[in-house]
């Protein structure tokens, strides 16, 4: 091992395992790792596979914050108050500069989010909610006086946060993150506590297609996990008639929960489970064909855990 650190470590497990290859578990003979047993242990990072062996689980490290969170906060104190929809949790400050990071390696680029900036990036948001195809679905074509407005109105609204999606430092999509309770979604189902939604626009044309979306939603999915524990699942509230988008939702995991109304069109709500995420492994794989079948090489069959 010689003076392999931690952090050094689970950067070449993350290596290791951050890829569509087939499945990936990383084994350490324990008479090599003595000096970083306990600290991998006590992070959660491996496991005791047997007398002789640790076993690093993607589906364990890659709920550690350390390698893609610059900011790893201390969880924010839970509270209930009043809210549209019953009460909800006081929600934390919203995340300001870089929030996350993450190499892709089929683009060869790393994917980063942002907290947008209302004055510097205002010129960009214009043009894209003012792009012919944007327009069409996220209908907030407008002057920049009024996107000005918008964002205004976003930066004093505690549910809602905007995130710019950069490749390589690049900014090319545009996120609405929000937390479920409080969102018009909230209306339409049982929202938890701690549930997540999104919108998303692409605003440059030459990132989009299949390489790109899923280096982008997986990495979003991982990046509203990893920064708040206790969410529990993620949802999103398509167009019914979208047909494309719904197929790409359902290879990335998310299940069709049920169709329903908003003013302005009919809907489809989806969601993803924070524990399915990571036992399938969706960061860097397709939703399986058989979602309830734990992978071969996962913590559920190789420790028995009874997660059959």
Known sequence: MGSATLAGTLAACEALSNHNSGEVL?????DGWQALEAD??????????????????????????????????????????????????????????????RYIPWLDQVFSLRALDGDA????????????????????????????AYLARMAQDRHMMPVLGCLSGRPFCYFE????????????????HWDRGWHVLV????????????????????YMFLSEPRSQALVGE????????????????????????????RAVLVRLERDYFFKARLWAR???????????LSLSALLNSGDE
Not at 26 to 30: A, G, P
Not at 72 to 84: L, N, W
Not at 128 to 137: G, K, L, P, S
Not at 286 to 296: H, M, S, V
């Open 26 to 30: 990383i084994v350490l003979n324990r």
């Open 40 to 101: 991998l242990l006590r992070r959660g990072a491996a496991q005791v596979l047997d007398a002789d062996r640790l076993a690093v689980f993607p589906e364990l490290l890659w709920q550690l914050p350390d390698l893609w969170l610059p900011d790893r906060q201390i969880g924010f104190p839970q509270v209930m108050v009043a809210g549209p929809h019953g009460q909800h949790p006081l929600r934390p400050p919203k995340g300001q500069g870089l929030l996350y990071h």
């Open 121 to 148: 990036d205002l010129d960009l948001f214009h043009r894209w909610m003012n792009d012919e195809r944007v327009a069409a679905f996220f209908e907030e074509a407008g002057s920049l006086d009024q996107h000005r």
């Open 177 to 192: 993150l929000y937390w479920a309770r409080e969102n018009r979604v909230g209306a339409h189902y049982d929202a938890g």
């Open 203 to 222: 605003g440059d044309d030459t990132a989009r297609g299949a390489d790109f979306i899923t280096a982008w939603l997986p990495s979003l999915m991982h």
């Open 238 to 265: 398509p167009a019914a008639s979208h047909d494309q988008q719904l197929r790409n939702l359902t290879r990335a995991g998310f299940a069709k929960v049920k169709e329903f109304d908003f003013a302005h069109k």
């Open 286 to 296: 397709p939703a399986p064909d058989e979602p309830g079948r734990p992978l071969q």
